[in-house]
């Protein structure tokens, strides 16, 4: 008769009718608007309810008309799981099948979650909420920054230039008149040049290059200076792979030569580079 | 004139879009026979009512159809303002004015006031003498502890692993709820110089504490798009034991030449040039894009590059100044969105 008045088809203050189905009854048990879940409409129902303790409540007819007794809170159930399904399951003993099933499931619950509260307050762990606008955003920011970034090409351009400028020492055996060439050519470029450039490259192989070390770190001085080491480095021993001896000779001697030329000319192509 | 083109040109969109728009081409065709822009324009005003913006209509269709020949129109004086711009420019040849540059946002970034001059002698005396230092005189070698959150799940701990092949003379342990700041201690005590804790949320890596050991800043980002070593396509063999070198685009503000060298002294001092593998962070807009190459130089003029390895994206969250200490931790650098966030143009690192 209950049901037929406050269930799926009429009114029902504790029907949360926006989402699905769903009871706020703090006595209900599983916690959707359903014919055998609702308290109101059950003349037999039990929950567990915790306030601090785990307590079954139970609801007989007998006491439908005093609705500030109705609800008996019989059992304090003990800590131990296990006892406590025991203690359960005595004292709903001849109930419906649902209600006791559903009450054991429900005390499982919530221990779970009270263990679970008690390690996250143990563990420290900050929980750092994320907002999905905020999210989506940056997404697409870095798919943007991706795609300006052109990273093949830089990588490539660093690569080269590193090579111009002779980090890699003698390992790369290339004709040494495309290298004049292309030398050439960076020296018209730089004298057209008037700004500076926008990538700040850390140095590293500057000071890698180094073995002794430096106190400052400016782009002239380091320049300079590993252009001087590096004929130290190819007077002894360097690391060439396997090509013959007398080529690898000819060929350094004949760049060093090149180089002790290029020195003054790519002073001031680097200081105009710098500044 | 008017009043009959308009009648005819919504008569024919009573009935059937197609029909109209065959008037309407017949209609344009007409129009455009004569002066290019001048035409267009009068037609348009002449088509409709003064005072008139296609979301006024209110039906669908025929709204939608008069926004396309909007669409249409504009795209053709484009156009026609392109044509006669290039014929102009062929026409003065040499004397013409230089090309425009479109503006990117790169070009149109806010000028940074904490830009670092490469010659700027403060910078310079300040990187001589803070917590890399050390690294960058040569007397220290990186060794690196990567370690993951609880419970890590199979991605994370992949990436790990991959991690560690990357970055030379670097172990990976597995956290079980061991505090970070006890950590801390026993790993200055085996001489590691960087801590590095990977962070996982649904399986996720999302999140990266880089710790400079003896006392260093510590460095929160954010990681995403993260591929493993499977993932990437045309990828070239596993990487090395060679130590590789490490190449840093971009950092440009005081902010992003500390982040910088952050990253730089990972890597040790001295690269292998026979092991031919590059490490990349390169700095764009505030993300940081990492990758792994491997190179081979073709010529003199050209290089190709293979990637291997994983590759990740970060975005710094937050810098400290001693070690990682998040209650008591001195923040020199904290992200903070909505100042931040709100200029376009306007980038930290």
Not at chain 1, 127 to 152: C, G, H, N, Y
Not at chain 2, 14 to 34: L, N, P, W
Not at chain 2, 263 to 278: I, K, N, T, Y
Request: aromatic share 8%.
């Amino acid at each position: 008769v209950i049901w037929d008045i406050i269930g799926n088809t009429q009114f029902c203050s504790f029907k949360v009718t926006k989402s699905q189905n769903f009871c706020r009854n703090e006595y209900n048990i599983t916690g959707l608007c359903n014919r055998s879940s609702c308290p109101l409409a059950n003349s037999q129902y039990a929950t567990i309810r915790e306030e601090k303790q785990c307590f079954l409540y139970m609801k007989v007819i007998e006491r439908a008309a005093f609705p500030a007794r109705m609800w008996e809170k019989q059992v304090k159930l003990s800590k131990n799981y296990e006892k406590a399904l025991e203690q359960i399951d005595e004292n709903l003993i001849y109930w419906p099948r649902f209600i006791r099933h559903k009450c054991k499931q429900r005390f499982t619950k919530i221990t779970q979650y009270l263990i679970r509260m008690r390690k996250l307050v143990l563990k420290r762990r900050k929980l750092v909420p994320l907002s999905r606008k905020v999210e989506t955003r940056e997404r697409r920011k870095e798919e943007k920054a991706l795609i300006a970034a052109q990273l093949d090409n830089a990588i490539e351009k660093e690569l080269l230039e590193r090579l111009k400028q002779g980090t890699y020492g003698d390992i790369y055996n290339f004709p040494v008149h495309a290298f004049d060439r292309a030398l050439e050519q960076q020296d018209q470029e730089s004298e057209s040049e008037e700004e500076e450039e926008e990538e700040e490259e850390d140095d590293e192989d500057m000071n890698k290059l180094k073995t002794s070390s430096d106190e400052e770190e400016q782009d002239e001085s380091s320049e300079e200076e590993e252009v001087e080491e590096e004929m130290e480095v190819q007077t002894k021993a360097s690391r060439s792979k396997g090509k013959s001896p007398a080529n690898g000779s000819a060929a350094r001697k004949k760049r060093a030569y090149v180089e002790i030329e290029y020195e003054q000319e790519t002073e001031p192509a680097s200081k105009s580079r710098a500044t | 004139m008017d009043i009959t083109e308009v009648s005819t040109s919504q008569d024919g969109k009573g009935k059937k879009g197609k029909k109209a728009k065959k008037k309407s081409a017949e209609v344009d065709g007409e129009g455009s026979a004569g002066e290019e822009k001048k035409m267009v324009k009068s037609e348009l005003a002449v088509a409709f009512p003064p005072a008139f913006s296609v979301s006024e209509i209110k039906n669908k269709q025929r709204r939608h159809f008069m926004f396309m020949k909007l669409k249409q129109e504009k795209r053709k004086q484009k156009m026609q303002l392109r044509k006669k711009r290039r014929k102009e420019r062929e026409a003065l040849g040499d004397k013409a004015p230089p090309k425009e540059v479109p503006k990117t946002i790169e070009n149109q970034r806010v000028y940074d006031e904490t830009t670092v001059d490469p010659e700027d002698e403060e910078i310079a005396f300040d990187e001589g003498t803070d917590e890399f230092s050390a690294y960058f005189n040569g007397l220290t070698n990186p060794k690196v502890l990567i370690t993951t959150s609880d419970r890590p799940r199979g991605r994370t701990v992949r990436f790990c692993e991959q991690l560690a092949t990357v970055i030379p003379n670097a172990h990976v342990y597995y956290r079980r709820g061991l505090a970070l700041k006890r950590i801390i201690p026993q790993c200055v005590a085996r001489n590691f110089t960087y801590l590095m804790v990977i962070n996982e949320d649904r399986q996720v890596p999302n999140g990266m504490v880089l710790c400079h050991l003896p006392d260093g800043p510590t460095a929160h980002f954010k990681v995403s798009s993260v591929r493993l070593r499977k993932e990437m396509k045309r990828r070239g063999k596993n990487p090395t034991e060679h130590f590789p070198e490490v190449i840093l685009n971009n950092f440009t503000t005081r902010l992003g030449h500390t982040i910088g060298r952050l990253f730089a002294a990972l890597f040790p001092q001295e690269p292998h040039f026979v092991g031919r593998q590059v490490a990349t962070f390169h700095n764009q807009r505030d993300f940081i894009f990492f990758r792994f190459h491997r190179y081979i130089f073709k010529n003199e003029k050209k290089v190709g590059i293979q990637e291997l390895g994983p590759r990740f994206t970060l975005k710094l969250r937050s810098l400290q100044k001693g070690t990682f200490d998040s209650k008591y931790g001195e923040y020199e650098w904290v992200m903070k969105r909505h100042e931040m966030e709100a200029c376009r143009r306007k980038f930290q690192l």
